[in-house]
């Protein structure tokens, strides 16, 4: 049975790459917008200006928050010293413990997220 196969092409490694990198599968994930992270920038807890890479102009990142791990750590933590009563909600409403996702103000696109952890 001679199925005429032909060996595959030896893989081409780039030497620049060390050890070689391995492409992961990754999960899919349904985003509701398209992530361009741009290298080379630090995001922090406020906007920032730089270089849109999607539509190219010159903007001052829109700054949102939403609860990240340290929400959740810090509400557990108040919730330990004894203020369960509603004070360990307190977390979710302080912007200081939240992970701040910037945005593009011009196409919408998020740039980065800047996580407390
Ligand atoms: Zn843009």
Redesign the pocket.
Known sequence: MDQNRAPPPPPTYNEAVPGGVQAQPQPVTVQPAVTVISAGIRYTQVPVSQE?P????T?VTTVTYENGTVTYLAAGIVCLVGCWMGCCLIPFCIDACKDAVHC?P????VLGKYSQM
């Open positions: 849109c999607h539509c190219h102009n903007i593009c011009n196409c919408n696109i």
